[in-house]
């Protein structure tokens, strides 16, 4: 089982449409979760971060995480074109200086006009 | 925001030769840096973790003498990629987390796209 999983897509939604993005883990010990952005041919983009159970707004961005469930998810409201890229869901393990990410293989959305 | 840079973007190389990437953070000190790799479609690989001052943890699989880390100051980690082949070609991405941030939030660099020849 991979530590951190994610449905690869591509994810297809039509512009102005709500895109879910969904990620789960295996390490039930995981504090911190990430939502990365990366475009063809560039480096990762944070986009949110979540530590607590429930959802975190940030404009047309809302992470949710469920730690009973080790499940979180990305929702993108009023999707553009410029939203499609390929999202990545990154767990923290670890502590102190030996902390480190893992990251799932990513979710590519394509938002169409 | 926080920024990290990263030198070369692009490096085109003979096969045999070394290229050595520098990683910086500008706005915040960064104890711990990180090197990725990234090959065509793939996700990112974690090749290893560079400590301040210490010797860097490579991860399994990852050969430590041929990916020389140095991480001499709290913002400059440099990645030595020594007599590279074309199999090293590859998306070489670095990340720095920040020493003061909330919950160790890393962030990338732009990457550095090298092709060995």
């Known amino acids: 089982q991979k530590e951190v999983e994610q449905n690869s897509g591509p994810l297809s939604v039509p512009e102005g449409a709500i895109a879910s993005l969904n990620c789960t883990y295996s390490?039930?010990?995981?504090?911190?979760f990430f939502w990365y952005r990366q475009y063809s041919g560039k480096s990762p983009e944070l986009i949110m971060s979540i530590y607590s159970n429930g959802d975190k707004e940030d404009g047309r961005f809302t992470a949710q995480l469920n730690k009973a469930s080790q499940y979180v998810s990305l929702l993108i409201r009023d999707s553009q074109p410029s939203d499609s890229a390929t999202y990545l869901c990154a767990v923290k393990g670890g502590t102190g200086t030996a902390s480190k990410l893992t990251f799932g293989t990513g979710t590519r959305l394509q938002v169409t006009l | 925001g926080a920024v990290v840079s990263q030198h070369p973007s692009r490096v085109i190389c003979k096969s045999g030769t070394s290229v050595k990437i520098e990683c910086r953070s500008l706005?915040?000190?960064?104890?711990?840096m990180f090197w990725y790799r990234q090959f065509p479609k793939q996700s990112l690989m974690l090749m290893a973790t560079?400590?301040?001052?210490?010797?860097?943890?490579?991860e399994q699989g990852v050969e430590k003498d041929k990916f020389l880390i140095n991480h001499a100051s709290l913002t400059l980690s440099t990645l030595t990629v020594t007599s590279a082949h074309p199999e090293d070609s590859s998306f070489y991405i670095c990340?720095?987390?920040?020493?003061?941030?909330?919950?160790?939030?890393?962030?990338f660099g732009p990457g550095t796209r090298l092709t060995v020849l």
């Open positions: 390490d039930r010990v995981s504090q911190s």
């Open positions: 560079s400590n301040e001052g210490s010797k860097a943890t490579y």
């Open positions: 706005d915040f000190q960064a104890t711990t």
């Open positions: 990340s720095a987390r920040d020493d003061l941030g909330v919950f160790d939030t890393q962030y």
